[in-house]
């Protein structure tokens, strides 16, 4: 259950859609964990989403929204698609310098409604959410928070980068379904 969703993870996280612009054009601001990101929720489809969010650059799997500053260390929010429905919605927060400060920006005011965000210190999380799960595999630092059972479960992962000038706050938060609600699983 973790692979398949960190395979989802990573692989989304590795493939950025066309550039966009823009961050989301939003009026709520609210994470709700195993369901939805700042009004944007599990299922939606592209236009949905767009109506949440505001249009921007999208590849044949990907929406993607992009603050300023350097491709790669500015904010983003990225929503991932599979036969036309939203299935994984990720905000990630901005860097600085070679040594990958964290920084503050638009997408880490947006919070659960524990106070959990984009800057947050891992640590919090547990504590806030003592169902979450740690998950310190290769390529995520973080905890793991599930909700349903397959083929209806969905998580939500709150990550760190493990190192650099920041690695224990919270660098980017996941909200998505497991595989297995749009691929059938054995």
Not at 57 to 69: F, Q, R, Y
Request: aromatic share 8%; proline share 7%; with cysteine.
């Amino acid at each position: 259950m973790l692979r398949s969703a960190a395979v989802a993870t990573v692989a989304v996280l590795a493939v950025p859609a066309a550039a966009a612009g823009h961050l989301p054009r939003t009026s709520s601001t609210k994470i709700v964990p195993g369901k939805s990101i700042a009004g944007v929720k599990l299922d939606m489809t592209k236009h949905q989403v767009f109506g949440k969010w505001g249009k921007t650059g999208c590849d044949p799997g990907a929406c993607t929204w992009e603050g300023p500053g350097t491709r790669g260390k500015n904010e983003r929010a990225i929503v991932s698609f599979v036969k036309g429905k939203a299935v994984q919605i990720t905000i990630s927060a901005a860097t600085k310098g070679s040594d990958l400060k964290f920084k503050p920006g638009t997408l880490s005011k947006w919070k659960t409604s524990k106070g959990i965000a984009l800057g947050s210190p891992k640590a919090k999380v547990p504590r806030a959410y003592p169902k979450a799960q740690a998950n310190n595999g290769e390529a995520v630092n973080g905890y793991d928070l599930f909700a349903g059972a397959r083929p209806n479960l969905s998580y939500t992962r709150f990550s760190t980068p493990g190192f650099g000038a920041s690695p224990s706050l919270l660098r980017s938060i996941v909200v998505a379904w497991d595989s297995c609600h749009y691929y059938p699983c054995g």
